[in-house]
């Protein structure tokens, strides 16, 4: 039940400290260190080698939430692991498919592992894969929250994100367990291919172990401003997200929670696309949120944002910098912990999530069950 919460959606953002540590116990294997890094990964997923090892390519067919989750771990998958990843949208790729390459791991993700064109893109993949001869690699690795679904059966092996039953249509806990699974892949396939220093794991795996404690400090110190920042918003009708890198899905992720439960149009951004068009959607009415966390493109989205300023925009900025330049940029801090640019994404999303949930609440709107969507797509 709601436990106290007023809306299962709240109840679910309240989770994920909780989701975060059960899937480093799952999948961290606690006694590693830098001095075993020789002997041993620091990720246990249980991949057997025919799926992960001769990878050189690697396609992502996903739906909504779990799109914008997929194109994080394309960044990772990228980044730490060195494997060049797509990312399409299985309705799309359904009917417009890429030509195949050699040795590609294909992945779908999904939390309810039932969403009819993600099931229905997979199993094309599947067939057209297995008519051809080998090295076209057929092997398929769900990403999912239930593993009793039907994708679960139809692939070769599936990575439970276990984030627990989810209620609300707005997908939360589930979306940080499916960024979760793929931070343990990238680091698991990065080790295999020998693609990462003994330093920068331990790092990494030092700066996982982190998370849950960093979102419940976002979480207790940040929703009560997050609440009354809500409530300036009631009349607003366009928002727009901006983030870069890493952080450009969560301006989408950002977006699409705002749309899906207050039917506030809102678009998200890459924060350099903003001047080739965007822009001229500003004004003081308008608001602007832009995710700056430090790392390699902190300054430019600084800079992205302060022209959104200069067409009167008012500006919230999701960062960990308490500085001058940021008072000066921003109207409205949400502060987050510091964290590896890396592992941002974890933790840039958490005010977002409460933002979208305090702007549909304060509207009085039905958060849990918003109108024209279902929980789970099973229709084309
Ligand atoms: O169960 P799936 O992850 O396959 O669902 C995909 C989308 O329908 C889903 O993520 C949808 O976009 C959510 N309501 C977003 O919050």
């Given at each position: 039940?709601k436990q106290g919460?007023r809306?299962?959606m709240?109840?679910?953002?309240y989770?994920?400290?909780?989701v975060v540590r059960?899937?480093l116990?799952?999948y961290?294997d606690?006694?590693?260190s830098?001095e075993?890094?020789e002997?041993k990964?620091?990720i246990n997923l249980?991949?057997a080698?025919?799926?992960?090892d001769?990878?050189d390519?690697i396609?992502?067919?996903?739906c909504g939430?779990?799109?914008?989750a997929?194109?994080?771990?394309k960044?990772?998958?990228?980044?730490l692991?060195?494997i060049?990843t797509?990312?399409?949208?299985a309705s799309e790729?359904r009917?417009?498919p890429a030509?195949m390459?050699?040795?590609t791991?294909?992945?779908?993700v999904t939390?309810s592992?039932?969403?009819a064109?993600?099931?229905?893109?997979l199993?094309?993949?599947?067939?057209?894969?297995?008519?051809?001869?080998?090295?076209?690699n057929?092997?398929?690795?769900?990403?999912t929250?239930?593993p009793?679904?039907?994708?679960?059966h139809m692939?070769?092996?599936?990575?439970n994100?276990?984030?627990?039953i989810e209620?609300g249509?707005?997908?939360t806990?589930s979306?940080?367990?499916q960024?979760?699974?793929?931070?343990?892949?990238a680091i698991?396939?990065a080790?295999?291919r020998?693609?990462?220093?003994?330093?920068?794991?331990?790092?990494l795996v030092?700066?996982?172990r982190e998370?849950?404690?960093q979102i419940?400090?976002?979480?207790?110190?940040?929703e009560?401003?997050?609440e009354?920042?809500?409530h300036?918003?009631?009349?607003?009708?366009?928002?727009?997200f901006?983030g870069r890198g890493?952080?450009f899905?969560?301006?989408?992720?950002?977006a699409?929670k705002?749309?899906?439960?207050?039917?506030?149009h809102a678009?998200g951004y890459?924060?350099g696309?903003?001047k080739h068009?965007p822009i001229?959607?500003?004004d003081?009415?308008?608001?602007?949120?832009?995710?700056?966390?430090?790392?390699?493109?902190?300054d430019?989205?600084l800079?992205?944002?302060?022209e959104?300023?200069a067409?009167d925009?008012?500006l919230?900025g999701v960062t960990?910098t308490?500085?001058?330049?940021?008072r000066?940029?921003?109207?409205?801090?949400?502060f987050?912990?510091?964290?590896d640019e890396?592992l941002?994404?974890?933790?840039s999303v958490?005010p977002?999530?409460l933002?979208a949930y305090?702007?549909?609440a304060r509207?009085?709107l039905?958060?849990?069950?918003?109108?024209?969507l279902a929980?789970s797509?099973?229709?084309?």
């Amino acid at each position: 039940e709601k436990q106290g919460f007023r809306h299962f959606m709240l109840k679910e953002i309240y989770e994920q400290p909780s989701v975060v540590r059960s899937c480093l116990e799952t999948y961290l294997d606690a006694s590693w260190s830098k001095e075993k890094a020789e002997e041993k990964s620091p990720i246990n997923l249980g991949l057997a080698g025919e799926l992960c090892d001769n990878v050189d390519y690697i396609q992502i067919v996903a739906c909504g939430t779990s799109w914008n989750a997929s194109m994080v771990g394309k960044y990772l998958l990228e980044q730490l692991a060195g494997i060049p990843t797509m990312v399409q949208y299985a309705s799309e790729f359904r009917y417009s498919p890429a030509p195949m390459l050699r040795n590609t791991l294909t992945i779908g993700v999904t939390q309810s592992g039932e969403t009819a064109d993600t099931l229905a893109a997979l199993e094309m993949e599947k067939q057209r894969r297995m008519a051809l001869e080998s090295p076209y690699n057929a092997q398929i690795l769900g990403i999912t929250n239930r593993p009793e679904s039907t994708l679960a059966h139809m692939v070769d092996r599936i990575i439970n994100t276990q984030a627990g039953i989810e209620i609300g249509v707005a997908a939360t806990k589930s979306f940080i367990a499916q960024l979760m699974g793929f931070y343990c892949l990238a680091i698991d396939l990065a080790y295999r291919r020998q693609h990462l220093s003994a330093d920068k794991l331990e790092s990494l795996v030092k700066g996982l172990r982190e998370l849950p404690n960093q979102i419940e400090l976002i979480l207790s110190q940040q929703e009560k401003q997050i609440e009354e920042l809500a409530h300036e918003f009631i009349d607003t009708q366009d928002f727009i997200f901006l983030g870069r890198g890493i952080n450009f899905p969560i301006a989408l992720e950002g977006a699409l929670k705002l749309k899906e439960i207050s039917y506030i149009h809102a678009e998200g951004y890459p924060a350099g696309e903003m001047k080739h068009g965007p822009i001229a959607l500003l004004d003081a009415k308008v608001p602007v949120v832009a995710i700056a966390m430090p790392g390699d493109v902190h300054d430019k989205v600084l800079s992205n944002a302060q022209e959104a300023k200069a067409r009167d925009a008012r500006l919230i900025g999701v960062t960990p910098t308490d500085d001058n330049e940021a008072r000066a940029t921003f109207n409205d801090l949400l502060f987050v912990p510091h964290v590896d640019e890396l592992l941002s994404p974890i933790i840039s999303v958490i005010p977002l999530q409460l933002l979208a949930y305090h702007i549909a609440a304060r509207r009085g709107l039905d958060v849990d069950q918003p109108r024209n969507l279902a929980k789970s797509v099973t229709v084309e």
